[in-house]
T-cell receptor, first 111, second 117 residues
Framework: DQQVKQNSPSLSVQEGRISILNCDYT??????FLWYKKYPAEGPTFLIS?????DKNEDGRFTVFLNKSAKHLSLHIVPSQPGDSAVYFCAASAGAQKLVFGQGTRLTINP | EAGVTQFPSHSVIEKGQTVTLRCDPI?????LYWYRRVMGKEIKFLLH????????ESGMPNNRFLAERTGGTYSTLKVQPAELEDSGVYFC???????????????FGAGSRLTVL
């Protein structure tokens, strides 16, 4: 039973436009949500996170939105740059326990 | 500071053989985690060490997998005997004790890719 789902395996966006990556979860006990970015042959690196008591967190070009009623979060990247091309993983935790990851979305930024 | 180091980076073995993966966490990081990603699927939790003790091993698939962390420093993950479905990328991650709140960053290694033929 997968608790964190990223239903889009891939996404292609033109450079300079907005990239929107989506994530759904089922466990209402999750209290922290994170996005990780992964380049080929490297480990995931932390990008941005949000607590369940907030609905938005922004860091430069990256913004994460959380809709608790819909159990949905999204990552917005504006403007998208070629270096943003990577696999993005959504992750969640409940009470500082282990992270539960989604399947990842491969983002490709086209020049 | 040096990052999380894993080796081998890639191992190719035949079904029934044994493989041992090693993880060197960041110095001073008492939390150590193992995760696995089977091709195209989610990154799945395997287990969590706090120092040398297994805090949570609920994600270990079966008794063919054995993880150790003697002395609370580096960790090994042994697969014996390996099966085809064990193929994937095994990631190790570490953090300081008391720091992992869900909001904090786990530092991941580059992973060890295991291919079982």
């Amino acid at each position: 039973d997968q608790q964190v789902k990223q239903n889009s395996p891939s996404l292609s966006v033109q450079e300079g436009r907005i990239s929107i990556l989506n994530c759904d979860y089922t466990n209402s006990m999750f209290d922290y949500f994170l996005w990780y970015k992964k380049y080929p042959a490297e480990g995931p690196t932390f990008l941005i996170s949000i607590s369940s008591i907030k609905d938005k967190n922004e860091d430069g070009r990256f913004t994460v939105f959380l809709n608790k009623s819909a159990k949905h979060l999204s990552l917005h990247i504006v403007p998208s740059q070629p270096g943003d091309s990577a696999v993005y993983f959504c992750a969640a935790s409940a009470g500082a326990q282990k992270l539960v990851f989604g399947q990842g979305t491969r983002l490709t930024i086209n020049p | 500071e040096a990052g999380v180091t894993q080796f081998p980076s890639h191992s190719v073995i035949e079904k029934g053989q044994t493989v041992t993966l090693r993880c060197d966490p960041i110095s001073g990081h008492d939390n150590l985690y193992w995760y696995r990603r089977v091709m195209g699927k989610e990154i799945k939790f395997l287990l969590h060490f706090v120092k040398e003790s297994k805090q949570d091993e609920s994600g270990m698939p079966n008794n063919r997998f054995l993880a150790e962390r003697t002395g609370g420093t580096y960790s090994t993950l042994k697969v014996q005997p390996a099966e085809l479905e064990d193929s994937g990328v095994y990631f190790c991650a570490s953090s300081r004790l008391g720091q992992f709140t869900g909001a904090n960053v786990l530092t991941f290694g580059a992973g060890s890719r295991l291919t079982v033929l």
